[in-house]
T-cell receptor, first 112, second 118 residues
Framework: QQPVQSPQAVILREGEDAVINCSSSKALYSVHWYRQKHGEAPVFLMILLKGGEQKGHEKISASFNEKKQQSSLYLTASQLSYSGTYFCGTGVLIDSWGKLQFGAGTQVVVTP | DTGVSQNPRHKITKRGQNVTFRCDPISEHNRLYWYRQTLGQGPEFLTYFQNEAQLEKSRLLSDRFSAERPKGSFSTLEIQRTEQGDSAMYLC????????????????FGPGTRLTVL
């Protein structure tokens, strides 16, 4: 069962902040965040592991709440280059070692 | 690293024909994954290999789909008797696993092969 992402889409002005959420009904071991631009491959942003560790990539950071089986991606002081569709991929405890389940994505548009 | 490469990038075929896609992973990556992505959706897991062993297949992978990874290097995904519902982007990803904790490998994606079945 795929994780649920919210919101489905967000429009930002350059410099504004946004939060993207990823929720699972299953116990998670890891959450992987990717950004995909139109017609391109998904690009890895960061991975969060069971334990609530917060990791960052430039001005993009994320957190993992084990109790809620939820991860949040924080876009701070957004730049035009942040536009794209953001996917979370979840590693579920009961699944096999390599499998990730991806959400439907959150489309982010950053305008000047 | 030169990145994950996939060929062809686009494939248009008629319903009922067979198609084969190729994926070349990043050198020395021992895991290779196949995903399918349709418009407005995230990648859907199809199957993955560790070296030459196919460790898991999704229920989405019907009998018409087969994947191989001979010698643990490149991989091929074949779809027999294609149907219009097979139209999608087929993504390949690879990772290097140390064999330790689960689901923690960073998967690097290729550009995909876009299949259109007429």
């Amino acid at each position: 069962q795929q994780p649920v992402q919210s919101p489905q889409a967000v429009i930002l002005r350059e410099g504004e902040d946004a939060v993207i959420n990823c929720s699972s009904s299953k116990a998670l071991y890891s959450v992987h965040w990717y950004r995909q631009k139109h017609g391109e491959a998904p690009v890895f942003l960061m991975i969060l592991l069971k334990g609530g560790e917060q990791k960052g990539h430039e001005k993009i950071s994320a957190s993992f709440n084990e109790k809620k089986q939820q991860s949040s991606l924080y876009l701070t002081a957004s730049q035009l280059s942040y536009s794209g569709t953001y996917f979370c991929g979840t590693g579920v405890l009961i699944d096999s070692w390599g499998k990730l389940q991806f959400g439907a994505g959150t489309q982010v548009v950053v305008t000047p | 690293d030169t990145g994950v490469s996939q060929n062809p990038r686009h494939k248009i075929t008629k319903r009922g024909q067979n198609v084969t896609f190729r994926c070349d992973p990043i050198s020395e990556h021992n895991r290779l994954y196949w995903y399918r992505q349709t418009l407005g959706q995230g990648p859907e897991f199809l199957t993955y290999f560790q070296n030459e062993a196919q460790l898991e297949k999704s229920r989405l992978l019907s009998d018409r789909f087969s994947a191989e990874r001979p010698k643990g290097s490149f991989s091929t995904l074949e779809i027999q008797r294609t149907e219009q519902g097979d139209s999608a982007m087929y993504l390949c990803a690879s990772s290097r696993t140390s064999g330790g904790a689960r689901n923690t490998d960073t998967q690097y994606f290729g550009p995909g092969t876009r299949l259109t079945v007429l």
